[in-house]
């Protein structure tokens, strides 16, 4: 029992779940826009998202000279290891798609470091953290597998996907900035901080109307997409629902992370039948 707690939480604090969680929206991208399996840019994703979310949680204890526990150093090698493994599947991307990536990568060391003096990073800039993070993730499981594929981004259909992508993830950040409301700093600003969690929680429920009604305006309507797309709305509303500062951590970072993958497994199964 005590190794798989100990494996449980490497593949949690290692930022593993939410790499599958990343990757998931990925593969439906590809699946959504019947792309077939791109290996490199599953692998950039994957493993960027390992090496990339443990740098932005664990920098500071190093920049601090904080206690470094076994643990913490073991992610650390499986941050390396994966940061290793992005840099090589980038190089096999397409030169284009690598530009993006470099964007985006900049996005990152701006959002952890401070660059600026007297300055905090923008992670802890009011009000700016949840549109970076959905920025990011909109734009590596959408706009990076088309670049990839040679496939044009500029189509109505991926607006409405990133639009739709961009939405989701936020939904998914308000479930977490209601169950860390009590522990997060209160210069941070955060929604549940500034409306009260009741309130977030019906934004929560607008915002999953608002990505259910896009679903809509695509080109072309498939009745398993709404089913689907419902179906995930009903699940995330629930969590939405059930979120409190009384939760467990786990009630995110492995339930609420879960969603993605969830969300995948229902397209799957949709299209086997």
Same mark, same amino acid.
């Given at each position: 029992?005590?190794?798989?707690?100990?494996?449980?939480?490497?593949?949690?604090?290692?930022?593993?779940?939410?790499?599958?969680?990343?990757? @998931?929206? &990925?593969?439906?991208?590809?699946?959504?826009?019947?792309?077939?399996?791109?290996?490199?840019?599953?692998?950039?994703?994957?493993?960027?998202?390992?090496?990339?979310?443990?740098?932005?949680?664990?920098?500071?204890?190093?920049?601090?000279?904080?206690? +470094?526990?076994?643990?913490?150093?073991?992610?650390?090698?499986?941050?390396?290891?994966? &940061? &290793?493994? @992005?840099?090589?599947?980038?190089?096999?991307?397409?030169?284009?798609?690598?530009?993006?990536?470099?964007?985006?990568?900049? &996005?990152?060391?701006?959002?952890?470091?401070?660059?600026?003096?007297?300055?905090?990073?923008?992670?802890? %800039?009011?009000?700016?953290? +949840?549109?970076?993070?959905?920025?990011? %993730?909109?734009?590596?499981?959408?706009?990076?597998?088309?670049?990839?594929?040679?496939?044009?981004?500029?189509?109505?259909?991926?607006?409405?996907?990133?639009?739709?992508?961009?939405?989701?993830? +936020?939904?998914? +950040?308000?479930?977490?900035?209601?169950?860390?409301?009590?522990?997060?700093?209160?210069?941070?600003?955060?929604?549940?901080?500034?409306?009260?969690?009741?309130?977030?929680?019906?934004?929560?429920?607008?915002?999953?109307?608002?990505?259910?009604?896009?679903?809509?305006?695509?080109?072309?309507? @498939?009745?398993?997409?709404?089913?689907?797309?419902?179906?995930?709305?009903?699940?995330?509303?629930?969590?939405?629902?059930?979120?409190?500062?009384?939760? @467990?951590?786990?009630?995110?970072?492995? %339930?609420?992370?879960?969603?993605?993958?969830? %969300?995948?497994?229902?397209?799957?199964?949709?299209?086997?039948?």
């Amino acid at each position: 029992m005590n190794v798989f707690r100990t494996l449980f939480r490497l593949y949690i604090h290692g930022s593993i779940h939410v790499a599958f969680a990343v990757l @998931s929206l &990925l593969l439906m991208t590809l699946h959504i826009f019947q792309l077939p399996f791109d290996a490199p840019i599953a692998a950039y994703v994957f493993f960027g998202t390992i090496g990339g979310y443990n740098f932005v949680k664990y920098e500071d204890y190093f920049r601090s000279k904080k206690h +470094i526990t076994t643990e913490l150093k073991v992610i650390t090698a499986i941050s390396i290891v994966a &940061l &290793l493994l @992005s840099g090589w599947a980038f190089l096999l991307l397409a030169r284009i798609t690598q530009i993006t990536c470099i964007v985006f990568f900049v &996005l990152t060391l701006l959002y952890t470091v401070p660059l600026f003096p007297r300055r905090k990073n923008m992670r802890n %800039w009011t009000g700016i953290k +949840i549109y970076m993070v959905a920025l990011c %993730w909109a734009g590596i499981t959408v706009l990076l597998p088309l670049q990839n594929a040679g496939m044009p981004v500029v189509l109505v259909d991926v607006a409405l996907k990133c639009a739709q992508r961009f939405i989701f993830v +936020i939904i998914l +950040i308000l479930i977490f900035e209601i169950i860390d409301s009590k522990e997060d700093d209160p210069l941070l600003m955060t929604v549940p901080q500034k409306i009260g969690i009741k309130y977030t929680q019906w934004l929560n429920i607008g915002l999953l109307l608002l990505f259910y009604i896009l679903t809509f305006f695509k080109t072309a309507i @498939s009745t398993k997409e709404l089913v689907i797309n419902f179906v995930l709305v009903v699940v995330t509303a629930l969590f939405t629902v059930f979120a409190t500062p009384n939760r @467990s951590k786990y009630y995110t970072l492995f %339930w609420v992370e879960s969603i993605p993958i969830f %969300w995948l497994l229902l397209v799957l199964l949709a299209s086997a039948y």
